[in-house]
Each structure stands twice: as structure tokens, then as C-alpha cells.
């Protein structure tokens, strides 16, 4: 019998030996725990010591060979894959320099700009004071580039007859002030607000823009039931799905299985104007915003050769074919 | 000859010793790092404003009740919807399947258990979330139930393998005495074996809650990730944000040692401490119980 139960509760006595093990160790094997602690120590500061001497390695091997190269490239999901699309057509012209491009959200790639694990940072905003700071602070001097432009479209789904909004309706919407479709021309339905997570640099740049009407005085936060999904492709998905539902995402990222919806400035509330890259560059379209590339210093080597070639005709031909709206 | 020996013998115990104390060594470790960057958030944050409603912490709004509470709310209806699935299962597997279904049933189920939760996550955003909307008539389907119900099928294989294992464990006069007693199949289920395998089945349950308790991926995907407090009679059918999704969609993007960064920490330190304490509470419950069942059977 007492066999039966032992078998049964192998997990627990496994738990129940650990505790004692440990107690046990408290009391009697100090002198081993100081002994490993010591060696762990030892380790993680070889750990940490090899970590911080490698980025350097890599700056001065970029600066002094132009042989070959390799560029680490991370941060906005709205840029990547711009990025991606950069990358691959500039290694088929210099097959030396390799470059890789990781997405995760522009707070993501500024905050590796300043841990100095990626060479550029891509951020669909600009840098906060408090980064410039922290990056300052690790010995960093960030350089800016604005490598393209962008629109932030607001979709809804096809289903939903509402196809045009006034900017402070949008805000209104998004503040929670507005909760029915019906109160802005639409069915009697429920609104469901979808955003992008708050490391997205579209969340913050909505927030300002959109939110707060630009105002920087104005302290007004996502309205609290706002759904922050984790990826563009969630909106679009959702938004595809769900009647109800409102979005934002780069005019890049949208797809034919949603409507965008026409949007008027605070200056002319009645003139309704679809994102396009036209209206982009002719700023008649309101909720548009550069895009950037951030260096840790002032760019040498290949990563300035990478940066030129950016902003050369061939890669803002790039920047056209994907929806995005080139700087000149 | 014996000398050799018995320094042999020293040397692999003593190695093995070092294996076993250094894995407790990395525990504390673990809970020491923990204590180190997620403490101080008690002391920058002010209390007020950790025990508010408001999660919104790029304008230093640190509000941890709507995450402590969508947490709460979506492991327990997980482990109510897993719970009769798990050990209905384990019953039928143990007791009544014929041997080859079960040959066939048992590896299917801890197969279950080895898909990564991402791809249930996955399958959820695609199924899941637009079957809920319409068949419950929700405004959206990224709620706390639809991520309950996939942390339930996430934590079923769990407690059907544990348990089933329980039930083997019980020994056959058990059931033999329940049936020469002229009680039914189900009578001796539900009377005989199930309350001997007891420790076993809430162990399995533990272990199932831990799991759902720390799932992250698949919740993130589909509970809308929304911080509002649950605190209404229809709030499992609407977003809601959970501790480790939070951690894992903003751990990301803060910047060592700010305030956010400390209070993700103070998270990680909530979290251990759940769990911990669901571990402690089950290894009691079945510590008690063999007493018990000690003190009957001698």
C-alpha cells in the first residue's frame, strides 16, 4: 500500500526532499554555497566583461575594414520591412556586407541602440529626451536620420458604412467619449478601439496627434478598454473579422480585406481626404510622420556607405513600391 | 584495491552532491535578481498609485489590480473549464477504455501537451476569438474567456497524465472489493478509486493551475490585452490583460533600472509568489492526506 502512495506522490516527495535538501544546506553546507556562489561570480563577471568589450570589437572592425561588414539593424515593426526590402537589394550590389534586420517596436530598437546591441535603430518616432539621456549616459552620441514618410491609416471593416471621420471625432472615438458607431453616421453597433502595444512608436505618435490633437498640455491617455495587440497583423486580422472594430496601422501594412477611412484636419473639418502618398506629400493628409534610422554616432565606414545608399534614388524607388512615401 | 574504490565512490557522490545543491543555488539566485530589481518599485513608486485601476506606465500610470485581477480571472475559469475535461479523461483512460484505445489515447493526449503554446495561440486568433464573437454576441472575441478556454485545453494534457497516473496507481483489490460489494462500475469509480487517488488528482490539478498560471504566449494573442479591472458580472467576456503578457509585451522596450523596469520586476516577483504559493497549498493538501491514509492503513 504504502508503495502504491509513494509512487503517487513521486512529484511532492521529489518537492518535500528539495525543501529539506535546502534547509539543509542553509544550516550545514555554507561553506559549499559561498564556494559556488564565488565561482558563479566569477563567471558572470567574465560574462558581463566579454559582453560589454564585444560591440566595441565590432564598431572598430567596421570602421577600419570596409573588406566586409556586418550590420546590425533593429527596432520599428512599421519599418521592417522596408528595412528587409533595403537590406536585401543593398547586399546583392556589395555582397561583403551583410545586414540583419529584427523588428520588436522602435522603444525595443532604441533601447539596443543604448545597450549597444544594434548598430541602427529604426524608429517609426523620434528619440524621448529620456533616451537622448540614457544614451548620452553610456557614452553615445545618436545621429537622426529621416530615411522615409509615412501615413497612419484608420481602418474599419468593409461591412461598416462609415467611411469618413473629423480627426476630433477620431480622438473622441479612441478617448472613449464616442461609443457607438451610431454617433458618427454608422450602425447601432459597439466600437471596439484596437491599438498597437505601447513600445509601438504608431501608439505614441497616435497618442500625440490623434489622441491629444497635438497639444502637448493636454494629458489625455487611450481610452482604458482600448485592445493593445501585440502586432500589425493582429489589427488587420481583427479588424478583417469584426465588424466593430477601428484600427490604426501604417498605410504599408494595409491590406484589401479592410476600408480605410477619410480623414479631415482640425483647420478643414469638412474636406475628407484618403491616405496616399500623394496626400502624404502634399500634407493634405493629417496623420502623417517621418520615419527614422538612429546610429549610436555619427555613422563611418559601412554603416555610412548603408545610410547614403538610404537616401539614394534606387532605395526611395523602394520606399514607393511599399507603400510608404519617399523623403524627396 | 578498496581504497581506490571507496575514492571512486566519493568523487562521483560529491559530484552529484555539487549538481544537486548548485541547482538550488541557481533558485535563489533566480528569486535573489528578482528581489534586487523589483523591490525598489516599492519604495519610487508611490503605493497609491501601484494599487490603482489605470495601467498605463509610458505616462507613469503603474496600476497592477487590473493585471493581478485578469490574471486571477482567466487561470481560475481555465482551471474550471479544464478541470471535469482533465480528470474525465484520466477516469476514462484509467478505468474504463479497453487497453488498446488507451495505448492509442495516452501518447495522443501528451502529444497535445508538446504543441507549442504559440501555435495554440495562433489556431486561437484564427477560430477562436471569431467563433466566441458570434456565438455569444460580444462586441469582440479577444476576451478573457477565449483565452481561459485555451489555457484550459493548454492545461488539460497536464492533469490528464498525472492523474491517470494516480488512478493506475490505485491497486486492483481496491476496485475488486468496490465490485464484490455489488456496487456499480460507477459507484466504485466514484466512491473507491478516485477518493484513494486523491493526493494524486489535486496534484494534477495544482500542476495544471501552475500551467495556466504562467502560460504567456497564447493569452496574449487572444485576451485583447486591454488592462480594465475585472470587477463586473460580464467582464470575463470582455479584454482583459494578464501579468505575464504584460511583462512579455513591454519588458522589451524599458530601459534598465527606470521605474516601469522595477515595477515589471514587482510583477515577476507576484507571479513567483502565486505559484509558490500553489505549490505550497498542494504539497499540504497531499502530505495531509498520506498521513491520513498512514494512519488508516496501519
Given amino acids: 500500500m504504502d508503495r502504491a502512495h509513494r509512487d503517487n506522490f513521486k512529484e511532492f516527495q521529489i518537492k518535500i526532499q528539495v525543501l529539506r535538501a535546502f534547509s539543509a544546506i542553509m544550516h550545514t553546507m555554507r561553506k559549499i554555497l559561498i564556494v559556488l556562489g564565488g565561482i558563479i561570480l566569477v563567471l558572470l563577471a567574465g560574462c558581463t566583461r566579454s559582453g560589454a568589450n564585444q560591440p566595441q570589437q565590432n564598431n572598430s572592425d567596421i570602421s577600419s575594414t570596409s573588406t566586409s561588414a556586418y550590420i546590425q539593424n533593429a527596432g520599428s515593426d512599421t519599418i521592417v520591412n522596408l528595412a528587409l526590402a533595403w537590406a536585401e537589394r543593398y547586399q546583392k550590389t556589395k555582397p561583403e556586407v551583410s545586414i540583419s534586420v529584427t523588428g520588436g517596436g522602435s522603444g525595443t530598437g532604441l533601447s539596443s541602440l543604448i545597450n549597444k546591441t544594434t548598430d541602427i535603430a529604426n524608429a517609426s518616432r523620434q528619440i524621448s529626451p529620456e533616451e537622448l539621456a540614457a544614451a548620452k549616459k553610456a557614452g553615445l552620441n545618436p545621429q537622426e536620420f529621416v530615411i522615409a514618410r509615412d501615413a497612419i491609416a484608420v481602418i474599419v471593416n468593409p461591412e461598416n458604412p462609415v467611411d469618413h471621420l473629423t480627426i476630433e471625432q477620431l480622438s473622441r472615438i479612441y478617448r472613449g467619449e464616442i461609443n457607438n458607431w451610431q454617433e458618427v453616421g454608422g450602425e447601432d453597433r459597439p466600437i471596439v478601439r484596437l491599438s498597437r502595444e505601447t513600445n509601438s512608436g504608431t501608439h505614441v505618435y497616435f497618442l500625440d496627434a490623434v489622441i491629444r490633437l497635438g497639444n502637448s498640455e493636454d494629458k489625455t491617455i487611450f481610452s482604458r478598454d482600448t485592445l493593445l495587440l501585440p502586432s500589425s497583423e493582429g489589427i488587420i486580422s481583427e479588424v478583417r473579422d469584426n465588424p466593430n472594430a477601428i484600427g490604426y496601422d501604417g498605410l504599408g501594412y494595409v491590406t484589401s480585406e479592410v476600408k480605410m477611412v477619410a480623414i479631415s484636419g482640425l483647420k478643414t473639418p469638412d474636406v475628407y481626404v484618403l491616405p496616399s502618398a500623394k496626400t502624404v506629400s502634399d500634407n493634405s493628409y493629417v496623420i502623417s510622420r517621418n520615419l527614422y534610422m538612429y546610429t549610436q554616432n555619427p555613422p563611418t565606414g559601412a554603416i555610412k556607405d548603408y545610410l547614403d545608399w538610404i537616401l539614394s534614388a534606387e532605395a526611395q524607388q523602394i520606399v514607393i513600391n511599399l507603400g510608404f512615401v519617399p523623403v524627396k | ?298
Fill in chain 2, 1 to 298: 584495491m578498496k581504497r581506490i574504490k571507496i575514492s571512486g565512490d566519493s568523487v562521483i557522490s560529491g559530484v552529484i552532491k555539487v549538481c544537486g545543491y548548485s541547482s538550488i543555488l541557481f533558485v535563489t539566485l533566480i528569486l535573489l535578481f528578482l528581489l534586487r530589481e523589483g523591490l525598489p518599485a516599492l519604495a519610487n513608486v508611490p503605493l497609491s498609485s501601484l494599487f490603482s485601476t489605470i495601467w498605463y506606465p509610458i505616462e507613469g500610470y503603474f496600476g497592477l489590480l487590473p493585471l493581478i485581477g485578469g490574471s486571477l480571472m482567466v487561470t481560475i475559469s481555465a482551471t474550471i473549464i479544464a478541470l471535469p475535461f482533465g480528470i474525465g479523461t484520466a477516469v476514462y483512460l484509467s478505468e474504463v477504455a479497453p487497453n488498446w484505445l488507451k495505448e492509442i489515447l495516452k501518447p495522443v493526449v501528451e502529444i497535445l501537451a508538446g504543441i507549442p503554446s504559440v501555435v495554440l495561440g495562433f489556431i486561437g486568433i484564427l477560430v477562436l476569438v471569431p467563433f466566441m464573437r458570434k456565438a455569444f454576441h460580444l462586441a469582440t472575441g479577444l476576451t478573457g474567456f477565449t483565452g481561459a478556454v485555451l489555457l484550459g485545453l493548454i492545461a488539460i494534457p497536464t492533469i490528464v497524465s498525472i492523474a491517470e497516473d494516480a488512478l493506475n496507481n490505485v491497486p486492483p483489490a481496491y476496485r475488486q472489493a468496490g465490485l464484490a460489494l455489488g456496487a456499480t462500475r460507477w459507484q466504485t469509480i466514484w466512491g473507491v478509486t478516485l477518493p484513494a487517488a486523491k493526493t494524486g488528482v489535486i496534484t494534477a490539478v495544482m500542476l495544471g493551475i501552475g500551467r495556466a498560471l504562467g502560460e504567456t504566449m497564447a493569452v496574449m494573442m487572444v485576451t485583447g490585452n486591454a488592462p480594465v479591472l475585472p470587477d463586473k458580472w460580464n467582464s470575463l467576456f470582455l479584454p482583459v490583460r494578464t501579468m505575464t503578457a504584460t511583462i512579455a509585451s513591454e519588458m522589451g522596450e524599458v530601459s534598465s533600472g527606470s521605474q516601469h523596469y522595477q515595477v515589471l520586476f514587482f510583477i515577476g516577483i507576484l507571479l513567483f509568489l502565486l505559484s509558490l504559493m500553489i505549490n505550497i497549498s498542494a504539497s499540504l493538501v497531499s502530505t495531509r492526506q498520506r498521513k491520513r491514509a498512514e494512519r488508516i492503513l496501519s
